[in-house]
Structures are given as structure tokens and as C-alpha cells.
């Protein structure tokens, strides 16, 4: 799926678990410098990013279509495995997200979460949605609250898009925490698919630069490399696989 909803562990440390599926993504003032990278990194339509990505889009699946994702992060402070399988179920999208971290000093953790999601388009080439999630994980409290986010997306021409997102993630017997994130998704040519991100997931503000590859209309291949801005210094990897089928 690709939904932008997060959980974090105990040590709270915090940990997005999921964004959506196919439309497309953009990132406030480092934007120029992203796009310039991504230019110089890619050859000149549109699918999504979705994937592993944090920012999500205002889509989702037609009906009778799943997906399943899988990547792995690699950084310095934390390393996490991911699953997450979807189906479109009458007007939304229901999906699963099963996670395995371990942040540096600490054991891993299991995280799992439920999600819900509606788009609606509003006019052509804008449309906006409602993403619901209750998140758990293996320490303690088990259940670490729902989250509500809200995602706008905006086709500004063929091959490029603009996601919006404002969301709030709510904590029981812990402040709540308000989210944000943009990001601006490029589609060069009909295999190569670039994303610049730049997002807020309640504590610290992150960004990340991605390129995907569409080895079929239903199968893609997603590499990226994310920063936390302050202290602690935190940088990672990720890698990721979507697969989408006919149920």
C-alpha cells in the first residue's frame, strides 16, 4: 500500500511503516536541488511512487486489484524489514503491514498495522483522500493509537505530480502529534520514475531521494536514500519491490 501512516517502538524512535500505490509526488525549498539530481541521474507519462515512500497519494486501486510490497531499510541508526499486502475492497483500499526493526542499542521489534483508504477525484488531475490506520507493536504499550491523514494530489502535467498530506497521529496516555509531507514525483520515460520527498512524521523532519524502475505494468523495483534532519544523525537505504495483481 502505499500509505504514509507511521508507528514507532518504545524507545521512540520514530518509524514510517507505510505509503501508497500509483499517481505520483514533491518537497518544499531543497525541491530545486533534488530535481536537478534526479535530472542528471535520468534520461524525458506517469505512474507513482508509492511503495516505501512517506508521502502519499490521493489514489487507490481499481477494483478486483491488489498489490503486495516488500523493501528493506539499511541505516545507520535503525534496519528494518517490511511486508504489506493490499486489496481494493468495494469503495477503499484495505491493507496489512507486518515490520521487523531494531534500532541501534536496542533488540528488534515486530510492528503491525491495519489500514483503510478513500479517494475521490475532484476535478481532472486533482483529487484528494482519507487514510485511516490503528498501529501495534511487540513491546510495550502494545497498541500505539490510530492515525488520520489527509492526502491531496495534483496532476500538474503528464509527468509530474505533486502530493500533499496533513495528518495527525493520535497516542493513548502520550501527546498526539500532528504530520505533514510533500513531494513531487517525475516520470521521464515510461520505465524510470523519480520521487523527492520532504516530510514531518511527528518528531523529526526527514527527506529522501528515489528512483523506481517498471520492470512490467505490474511489477516495479524502488531504490532510495533518506536523511533525518538534527541530532542524532540518521541516514539509510532502502530497497524495495511491488508487485500488483488481479485477485
Known sequence: ???????WPAAGHPLPISPRRSTNRRSPGLLALLLALIALLLPSSSQAAGGHHAVDDASIMEPGQCQFETWLE?????HLQHLGPACRVGAVELGLNLDRYNLAGSGAQQLGGLQLKWARELQPGLSWGLVGAA????????YLGPSLLAPLTWAA?????LHLNLGRDFHPGMPDHWRYGAALEWQPSPQWQGVAEHWRDGFRVRQRLGLR????????????RAR???????????LGLNWAFAR
Do not use: C, I, V
Open 74 to 78: 539499511d541505516g545507520r541508526e535503525h
Open 213 to 224: 524502475y517498471l520492470l512490467s505494468d505490474t511489477l516495479s523495483l524502488d531504490l532510495s
Open 1 to 7: 500500500m502505499h500509505f504514509a501512516l507511521l508507528a
Open 157 to 161: 502535467r503528464e509527468d509530474l505530480t
Open 135 to 142: 498501529n501495534w507493536q511487540s513491546a510495550t504499550p502494545r
Open 228 to 238: 533525518a534532519r538534527g541530532a542524532p544523525a540518521d541516514a539509510w537505504w532502502t
